[in-house]
């Protein structure tokens, strides 16, 4: 797959089948678009295209909202379509500027003179253009004029695979990593560099890897303990992670997210770990003394264990 930033590296060999949206998540829902347009592209002998945008139309739109949450950073998301099998990856640079387009050049100058459409496959919802005024029905008068088709995805086939981003933000956030995953279709995962901390866990007997997670917009999911696989190094190991405030030892209000890898005993700081969640084994609580805790984390290690 190769990722664009502007039209000038694509190559116009072959006509493209192309479809535009978000795909936060890269989730059972939009494998069936995904799918749609391979089909297209391979039927005509062209290439996938999907377009999206970055940064998000919200934090240009709305910068003093600070409620987005995403589940994939960008380069999360440009791997997952990758292993979907795109041919081309446009991330088109969102402005200010560029949210006041109308809807008639953002057909001209994208779809035809830049990615040279000759299929537009779109969502049943799908709004583009200044003020969202371009809709299903003008981009079918369009492709009659820049003679290219177009196909809507109807409501049918959208509510058919009953998973949408939202419903799984909601399962993260309440800790339901099973429906999470099951949407997804994959092992929702957290990725960042490894920082030092406050080296509580090696004093217990169980070090921890503490996860600076540098994307602001990261879908975090709710406070608890995790079983996971963790990822650094090229190598995959079990372990147990904490999302919280470490209540027991220092409560903090920031949200810190620590991984105890099993029969792990590299220095791994300054590394950056990818992390997956399979499970979340139990909330976190606050512990009568470092000893209770202790022995609670040998039960979670247990638990964890036992759940992969």
């Not at 939009?30 to 998000?56: C, M, Q, W």
């Not at 949408?164 to 995953?181: F, M, P, V, Y």
């Not at 004093?203 to 999911?221: E, M, R, W």
């Amino acid at each position: 797959m190769k990722i664009h930033t502007d039209f000038s590296s694509f190559s116009h060999g072959k006509r493209s089948v192309v479809t535009i949206g978000t795909f936060d998540g890269v989730h059972l829902g939009h494998k069936a678009i995904i799918n749609r347009l391979k089909e297209s592209a391979e039927a005509i002998d062209g290439t996938s295209v999907i377009l999206t945008f970055y940064p998000h139309p919200r934090m240009v739109l709305y910068p003093d909202d600070h409620g987005l949450k995403l589940l994939n950073t960008p380069e999360e998301k440009a791997e997952l379509l990758k292993k979907a099998g795109i041919d081309h990856l446009m991330i088109y640079p969102f402005s200010t500027e560029f949210s006041r387009i109308s809807a008639y050049d953002y057909v001209r100058n994208l779809l035809v003179t830049g990615l040279n459409a000759k299929k537009v496959i779109v969502g049943y919802d799908h709004r583009f253009g200044r003020n969202r005024e371009g809709d299903f029905k003008t981009l079918s008068e369009w492709a009659e004029l820049f003679d290219f088709e177009v196909e809507e995805i109807p409501v049918q086939e959208i509510d058919e695979v009953n998973v949408s981003s939202t419903k799984i933000r909601q399962c993260l956030a309440s800790g339901d990593l099973e429906t999470a995953n099951s949407y997804l279709g994959y092992r929702y995962s957290i990725s960042g560099k490894v920082i030092h901390g406050a080296k509580k866990g090696s004093t217990i007997g169980f070090p921890t890897a503490n996860i600076s997670v540098d994307y602001a917009y990261k879908l975090i999911p709710a406070n608890g303990v995790y079983a996971i696989y963790a990822h650094v190094n090229e190598s995959t190991y079990k372990g147990v992670m904490n999302i919280g405030h470490r209540p027991t030892v220092e409560h903090t209000s920031q949200v810190h997210i620590e991984a105890h890898l099993f029969d792990f005993h590299e220095n791994i700081y300054d590394k950056n770990i990818r992390v997956e969640l399979v499970s979340r084994i139990r909330e976190e609580k606050k512990f009568g003394s470092i000893d209770e805790l202790k022995n609670q984390i040998f039960v979670d290690v247990a638990s964890a264990k036992s759940i992969l």
